[in-house]
């Protein structure tokens, strides 16, 4: 079967960027910044980023790339006549899957979060009364459902029309307008009064604060936050490698996609923290500051409600340019294992994501009481299984993979990254690359699991 291709290489710089563009951008990325000491806490993640992330994602996109084939099937072609690579294939997909079992969920809360914001659902309330309204949706499993059904509905619906015609087209428009409501948005708050104090605690290195969390802490965080931001280590990548030709070199299409998921994400952080300092919120809320600070800060602002209302629109375009990515890496997995057509993989994938996104949303009402993994519930415990288990562990199989005579080896993985204009990697990455970056993903794993159960 002819594999299909993007159309456009801004289509597939694109299609990467909203896959790695998701609620840990906008979400996590300034309230990290914020607590870490600012501008110290960005420079440090951008050291990271480079270092870090943007190897491990050259690396997927070369193995999508000179494969041709999903993450279930990449190996067999890459890997030597009687090993075993190919069982992390497998792993890949179920990494995908167990991601979108509650990431559908926390789409759907963003999508939910907007229609109460536009129909006026949080107007007139205080701090008080927009933790109770969040807390009365996480008690509402019917209206949960509905929204996550919407969420999963609508994307393998896309999916089901193919890369060029469904989810590049859709993608496109959708991280355009992504990027456009960003502007504005930043925009609006930087000129704020009273925003500027938001600025300077955002972007302004702050030594104390930095001290105060511990340099080491402010490093691990930094380290951790590049290193999850761009979804590495279950295929999520290696599948748009796949999509593209060898017009261009695999280094510079990965310092691009790391750009524009940087800018997200560190326009996010513009957008916040001008509102939080103009309003006098607290701007170390953490997790929270989405769904009970922010809707209380719109509710002191100018025009709040329409300006609420277009961040939860970027809030659920970032959100959805994931799900869309991930559908898709899942629909070409199953397609490989089965050989099904891409309208009957999409239908059964949809029945299934469906049914196995229930348990996260019933975790906050009927299965509050059920805890499967270190006494965490459900969403935390499918977080943990991705991106403290199988996200690192993936990215280490991966470079291993790529950088030892043990898997595909320096010499093919370099010929087919450099193949095609741009940015290409040289030789003196190599020792790099094969010894360091690894053990540096091995320290993320071992922190991860014990920062899990240690809490």
């Known amino acids: 079967m ?75 072609v890459l890997e030597k006549k009687g090993q075993k690579w190919h069982w992390h294939g497998i792993v890949c997909l179920l990494g995908n899957i167990i991601l979108m079992m509650f990431y559908t969920t926390v789409s759907g809360w963003m999508l939910q979060y907007f229609v109460n914001t536009a129909t006026g659902a949080f107007v007139g309330l205080d701090a008080a009364g927009v933790e109770g309204k969040f807390a009365a949706m996480l008690g509402n499993p019917a209206s949960m459902t509905v ?44 000129f704020l009064k009273g925003g500027k104090e938001g600025l300077k605690f955002y972007l302004l290195p702050d030594l104390q604060r930095a001290k105060e969390i511990g340099f080491v802490n402010v490093c691990v965080g930094a380290m951790n936050q590049a290193f999850f931001t761009l979804s590495l280590g279950i295929g999520a990548m290696a599948i748009f ?12 299409e990965s310092v691009r996609v790391s750009c524009l998921d940087t800018l997200v ?16 919120v607290d701007v170390n809320a953490g997790p929270a ?12 602002l100018p025009l709040g409600r329409f300006w609420g209302s277009l961040f939860f629109v970027f809030m659920t375009f970032a959100a959805y340019s994931t799900v869309l990515a991930v559908f898709e890496n899942i629909v070409s997995c199953i397609q490989d294992l089965t050989g099904w057509n891409r309208k009957k993989t999409c239908l059964i994938c949809c029945i299934g994501i469906f049914l196995l996104s229930l348990p996260c ?11 499967p993994i270190a006494g965490r519930d459900v969403l935390d415990s499918e977080d943990f299984l991705v991106s403290t288990l199988l996200l690192p562990m993936g990215s280490l199989l991966f470079v291993i993979f790529c950088t030892t005579r043990y898997g595909w080896g ?10 095609g204009q741009g940015l290409k990697l040289a030789k003196w990455m190599r020792p790099y690359m094969t010894y360091v970056l690894p053990v540096i993903v091995a320290v993320i794993l071992v922190l991860g699991l014990y920062t899990f159960f240690a809490a």
Not at 241 to 252: E, F, Q, T, V
Not at 289 to 300: A, G, R, Y
């Open 265 to 280: 994400a560190m326009c996010s952080g513009l957008i916040i923290f001008p509102a939080c300092f103009a309003y006098g």
């Open 361 to 371: 949303i019933l975790g906050y009402n009927i299965l509050s009481s059920f805890h």
């Open 2 to 76: 002819q594999r299909e291709h993007l159309a456009s290489r801004l289509g597939f710089i694109l299609l990467s960027a909203g896959c790695a563009i998701g609620i840990g951008n906008v979400w996590k990325f300034p309230w990290m910044a914020g607590k870490y000491g600012g501008g110290i806490f960005v420079l440090i993640y951008l050291f990271f980023l480079l270092i870090l992330g943007v190897p491990v994602m050259t690396m997927e996109f070369a193995m999508g790339r000179a494969a041709q084939k999903s993450p279930v099937h990449l190996y067999q």
């Open 241 to 252: 490698g796949s999509y593209i030709g060898k017009d261009h070199a695999l280094l510079g």
């Open 410 to 419: 320096w010499e093919k993985f370099m010929a087919e990254a450099n193949e």
């Open 147 to 190: 929204y996550m059904g919407f969420i999963v509905v609508s994307g393998f619906a896309i999916i089901s029309q193919g890369v060029q015609k469904g989810l590049e087209r859709v993608t496109k428009f959708m991280m355009m307008a992504l990027i456009v409501l960003m502007l504005a948005l930043a925009a609006n708050s930087i």
């Open 289 to 300: 500051l989405i769904f009970i600070t922010l809707p209380n800060v719109f509710n002191h």
